[in-house]
């Protein structure tokens, strides 16, 4: 089955500097990859998606791009703000064929004010 | 409209012990996915429910399993409780079977002595 792999479990960034999370996968498919956003204490929340056919998605401060020849993703945020930090999760589609979505270990953000 | 709901919030369970979670999906939605996120993970897929069927399953063992009511609400039932059971359990809900558009709930931490 599909494997991702967020190899920076923590990432701290100075407060209106760019925030750059990182995302490996395995397995290559044809459909949508997810970016959640996780504050303590409260269930993940979608932040941006990007579907396989396009290789960059902007919302606002948030843009992910996406290289299929090398299955990575990378989220960005420009410029970063305290309230950004968080736990980032990246989610890549499943390949045993059930609607489901593979969740990386979460990269912890923090923005310093 | 009120968001995904969970209770309890926190529990303790001994091992070999039996526990419910229960959710509340938001209004208007007909599908409910329970994950899995143990300390230092993602969130790691159980199943999904929807219009009251099971509808796909992640790599968990039977004595994980679930109901859905008529108004769309889930439990989450895991039987012969073992230490490795200690996570937050995370319920989502959405308004088809597209995981893409799901809302988690802020989750119940077990923690299995």
């Known amino acids: 089955d599909q494997q991702v792999k967020q190899n920076s479990p923590s990432l701290s960034v100075q407060e209106g500097r760019i925030s750059i999370l990182n995302c490996d996968y395995t397995n290559s498919m044809f459909d949508y990859f997810l970016w959640y956003k996780k504050y303590p204490a409260e269930g993940p929340t979608f932040l941006i998606s990007i579907s396989s056919i396009k290789d960059k998605n902007e919302d606002g401060r948030f843009t992910v791009f996406l290289n299929k020849s090398a299955k990575h993703l990378s989220l960005h945020i420009v410029p970063s703000q305290p309230g950004d930090s968080a736990v980032y999760f990246c989610?890549?589609?499943?390949?045993?064929?059930?609607?489901?979505?593979?969740f990386g270990t979460g990269t912890r953000l923090k923005v310093l004010a | 409209e009120t968001g995904v709901t969970q209770s309890p919030t926190h529990l303790i369970k001994t091992r070999g012990q039996q526990v419910t979670l229960r959710c509340s999906s938001q209004?208007?939605?007909?599908?409910v996915s329970w994950y899995q996120q143990a300390l230092g993970q993602g969130p790691q897929f159980i199943f999904q429910y929807y219009r009251e069927e099971e509808n796909g399953r992640g790599n968990f063992p039977p004595r994980f399993s679930g109901l859905q009511f008529p108004n769309y609400s889930s439990e989450l039932n895991v039987n012969a409780l073992e230490l490795d059971d200690s996570a937050l359990y995370l319920c989502?809900?959405?308004?088809?079977?597209?995981?893409?558009?799901?809302?988690f709930g802020p989750g119940t931490r077990l923690l299995v002595l």
């Open positions: 989610a890549a589609p499943s390949t045993s064929g059930t609607y489901k979505y593979i």
């Open positions: 989502a809900s959405s308004p088809g079977l597209e995981q893409e558009t799901q809302y």
């Open positions: 209004s208007g939605h007909n599908t």
